[in-house]
Protein backbone atom coordinates (compact mmCIF):
# COMPACT_ATOMS: atom_id res chain seq x y z
CA UNK A 1 0.00 0.00 0.00
CA UNK A 2 1.13 3.44 -0.96
CA UNK A 3 -0.26 7.09 -0.87
CA UNK A 4 0.65 9.42 -3.33
CA UNK A 5 -0.30 13.02 -3.66
CA UNK A 6 1.35 13.53 -6.94
CA UNK A 7 4.64 14.53 -5.12
CA UNK A 8 5.27 12.78 -2.24
CA UNK A 9 5.43 9.44 -0.72
CA UNK A 10 2.84 10.21 2.09
CA UNK A 11 2.56 6.80 3.73
CA UNK A 12 3.47 3.12 2.54
CA UNK A 13 3.31 0.02 4.28
CA UNK A 14 3.66 -3.71 3.67
CA UNK A 15 0.08 -5.50 5.51
CA UNK A 16 -2.25 -9.11 5.65
CA UNK A 17 -5.08 -8.71 3.22
CA UNK A 18 -7.02 -9.12 6.21
CA UNK A 19 -5.58 -5.95 7.78
CA UNK A 20 -5.17 -3.93 4.64
CA UNK A 21 -9.38 -4.55 4.41
CA UNK A 22 -9.88 -3.32 7.91
CA UNK A 23 -7.78 -0.22 7.26
CA UNK A 24 -9.59 0.42 4.08
CA UNK A 25 -13.11 0.11 5.53
CA UNK A 26 -11.64 3.04 8.07
CA UNK A 27 -10.35 5.17 5.74
CA UNK A 28 -12.23 8.53 5.17
CA UNK A 29 -11.58 9.42 2.04
CA UNK A 30 -11.47 13.29 0.54
CA UNK A 31 -10.71 13.20 -2.76
CA UNK A 32 -8.96 10.02 -2.68
CA UNK A 33 -8.74 7.16 -5.33
CA UNK A 34 -8.06 3.96 -4.84
CA UNK A 35 -6.15 2.18 -7.36
CA UNK A 36 -4.92 -1.52 -7.97
CA UNK A 37 -2.69 -2.93 -10.19
CA UNK A 38 -5.08 -5.35 -12.37
CA UNK A 39 -4.28 -8.82 -12.70
CA UNK A 40 -4.04 -9.20 -16.73
CA UNK A 41 -3.80 -12.75 -18.99
CA UNK A 42 -0.71 -13.15 -20.47
CA UNK A 43 -1.54 -16.74 -22.02
CA UNK A 44 0.28 -18.38 -19.19
CA UNK A 45 -0.82 -20.68 -17.07
CA UNK A 46 -1.74 -19.93 -13.55
CA UNK A 47 -1.78 -20.92 -9.80
CA UNK A 48 -3.36 -20.19 -6.85
CA UNK A 49 -1.99 -17.61 -5.73
CA UNK A 50 -3.63 -14.93 -8.74
CA UNK A 51 -6.76 -16.53 -7.94
CA UNK A 52 -6.13 -15.59 -4.72
CA UNK A 53 -4.93 -11.88 -5.59
CA UNK A 54 -8.59 -11.63 -7.84
CA UNK A 55 -10.24 -12.69 -4.70
CA UNK A 56 -8.52 -9.77 -2.65
CA UNK A 57 -8.81 -6.99 -5.31
CA UNK A 58 -12.71 -6.87 -5.90
CA UNK A 59 -12.56 -7.39 -1.60
CA UNK A 60 -10.70 -4.07 -1.05
CA UNK A 61 -12.62 -2.03 -3.89
CA UNK A 62 -15.74 -3.19 -2.48
CA UNK A 63 -14.85 -2.24 1.10
CA UNK A 64 -13.53 1.15 0.19
CA UNK A 65 -15.62 3.76 1.25
CA UNK A 66 -15.02 6.56 -1.06
CA UNK A 67 -17.11 6.07 -4.77
CA UNK A 68 -13.64 6.39 -7.00
CA UNK A 69 -11.71 4.10 -7.84
CA UNK A 70 -9.76 2.45 -10.76
CA UNK A 71 -7.26 -0.64 -11.78
CA UNK A 72 -4.35 -0.37 -14.17
CA UNK A 73 -2.82 -3.29 -15.80
CA UNK A 74 1.33 -3.57 -15.60
CA UNK A 75 1.77 -3.04 -19.01
CA UNK A 76 0.88 0.18 -19.33
CA UNK A 77 2.52 0.58 -16.47
CA UNK A 78 5.69 -0.26 -17.52
CA UNK A 79 5.88 1.49 -20.66
CA UNK A 80 4.95 4.70 -18.72
CA UNK A 81 7.87 4.81 -16.67
CA UNK A 82 10.46 2.50 -18.62
CA UNK A 83 9.48 3.33 -22.45
CA UNK A 84 9.09 -0.20 -23.10
CA UNK A 85 7.22 -3.32 -22.58
CA UNK A 86 9.86 -5.34 -21.86
CA UNK A 87 10.78 -3.77 -18.85
CA UNK A 88 11.38 -6.36 -15.72
CA UNK A 89 10.56 -5.22 -11.96
CA UNK A 90 14.38 -3.70 -11.72
CA UNK A 91 13.64 -1.25 -14.41
CA UNK A 92 10.66 -0.40 -12.64
CA UNK A 93 12.54 0.41 -9.80
CA UNK A 94 15.78 2.32 -11.30
CA UNK A 95 13.01 4.55 -13.61
CA UNK A 96 11.46 5.65 -9.70
CA UNK A 97 14.77 6.24 -8.16
CA UNK A 98 15.33 8.09 -11.19
CA UNK A 99 12.45 10.32 -10.92
CA UNK A 100 12.92 10.77 -7.45
CA UNK A 101 16.96 11.58 -7.86
CA UNK A 102 18.80 11.75 -9.81
CA UNK A 103 20.72 8.09 -8.32
CA UNK A 104 20.03 6.00 -5.45
CA UNK A 105 21.62 8.32 -2.69
CA UNK A 106 19.25 11.22 -3.22
CA UNK A 107 15.91 9.20 -4.04
CA UNK A 108 16.53 6.43 -0.75
CA UNK A 109 19.08 8.05 1.13
CA UNK A 110 20.24 6.58 4.03
CA UNK A 111 18.50 6.41 7.47
CA UNK A 112 20.59 9.19 8.69
CA UNK A 113 19.91 11.24 5.66
CA UNK A 114 16.08 9.28 4.84
CA UNK A 115 15.52 10.43 0.74
CA UNK A 116 11.63 10.58 -0.09
CA UNK A 117 11.76 6.91 -1.24
CA UNK A 118 13.41 5.95 1.96
CA UNK A 119 12.46 2.42 3.58
CA UNK A 120 10.16 1.05 0.59
CA UNK A 121 10.50 -2.05 0.49
CA UNK A 122 9.57 -5.70 -1.80
CA UNK A 123 5.52 -4.97 -3.37
CA UNK A 124 5.66 -1.24 -2.13
CA UNK A 125 7.35 -0.56 -5.12
CA UNK A 126 4.98 -1.85 -7.01
CA UNK A 127 2.43 0.00 -5.62
CA UNK A 128 4.40 3.26 -6.20
CA UNK A 129 4.68 2.17 -9.64
CA UNK A 130 0.61 1.95 -10.23
CA UNK A 131 0.14 5.67 -8.08
CA UNK A 132 2.57 7.50 -10.00
CA UNK A 133 1.61 6.10 -13.67
CA UNK A 134 -2.20 6.53 -12.11
CA UNK A 135 -1.41 10.31 -11.35
CA UNK A 136 0.53 10.93 -14.06
CA UNK A 137 -2.20 9.68 -17.08
CA UNK A 138 -5.40 9.16 -15.61
CA UNK A 139 -6.00 11.86 -12.78
CA UNK A 140 -8.05 14.63 -13.49
Known amino acids: MVSFDGCHVLRHAIWPNDDLLIELIGFTPATDVLVIEQIAGMGMAVGAEVFETCFWSGRFIQAWPGTAWDRLKRLPIKIHLCGTAKAKDAN ?7 RFG ?25 ALAVAITWWDTRRT
Open 92 to 98: VRQALID
Open 102 to 126: PGKEKAIGTKKAPGPLYGLKGDEWS
